[in-house]
């Protein structure tokens, strides 16, 4: 069975500074996906960004980019010039590629932007 | 284009009463997932169903609960005799067919609360 470890339970950091947020996944598939999910204190939960394990360069959409380590089964979230409106959870999750799509995810990280 | 709908967003039983949480995809969307979210928790996975088909129930309790995605109308997800412990946030996912598969839309959730 495939697992998630995010091992930063809360983060916080300055407005308009970067931050990184960890995750770590064991599978012993070779294809898979892995995504991050955003859930602010409304509690919907919103797509932030999508990588393809078959595919090298990483996913980058505005200010969130990952650093995909397929050897180390890395998969970390660079948030840029952070802003108030990123404060939420942040959800790690694995999704393999057998027809099957569901999602396993990981405890979340809980990010804080500082005015 | 109207997401994933979801109703009620909040519901309250009884202990020993029934909740049926109801799940409407994205237009042209067949296949539904559902999550259940417990306090201060990721998301783990129940169910996963297509229209009248059920094609994964490996998290879902083999007890009380229960699940359908019938070939008009929404999925429900029915729980029995509802307990303390179904205390939690339910979520549901869509997904459409082909390139589009692995990205998972959710719904709002909703938010059960058992006295």
């Known amino acids: 069975a495939q697992t998630v470890t995010q091992s930063q339970p809360e983060m916080s950091v300055q407005e308009a500074e970067t931050v990184t947020l960890s995750c770590t996944y064991d599978t012993s598939e070779s294809n898979y996906y892995l995504f991050w999910y955003k859930q602010p204190p409304s509690r919907q939960m919103i797509l932030v960004i999508r990588?393809?394990?078959?595919?090298?360069q990483n996913a980058t959409e505005n200010r969130f980019s990952v650093n995909f380590q397929k050897a180390a089964k890395s998969f970390s979230l660079k948030i840029s010039d952070s802003q108030l409106g990123d404060t939420a959870m942040y959800f790690c999750a694995f999704m393999d590629d057998f027809g099957n799509e569901k999602l396993t995810f990981g405890t979340g990280t809980r990010l804080t932007i500082i005015p | 284009n109207a997401g994933v709908m979801q109703n009620p967003r909040h519901l309250v039983r009884r202990r020993g009463q029934e909740a049926r949480l109801r799940c409407s995809p994205m237009?042209?969307?067949?296949?539904v997932y559902w999550y259940r979210q417990l306090p201060e928790e990721g998301l783990k996975f129940m169910v996963y169903l297509q229209k009248e088909n059920i094609i994964d129930e490996s998290g879902m309790p083999k007890e009380r609960f229960s699940a359908e995605f019938p070939k008009e109308g929404p999925s429900i997800l029915r729980i029995q005799q509802v307990v303390r412990g179904d205390s939690a946030a339910y979520f549901c996912a869509s997904h459409g067919a082909g390139i589009s598969r692995e990205t998972q839309y959710f719904g709002p959730g909703t938010r059960l609360l058992v006295l």
């Open positions: 990588q393809e394990a078959y595919k090298q």
């Open positions: 237009k042209g969307h067949s296949h």
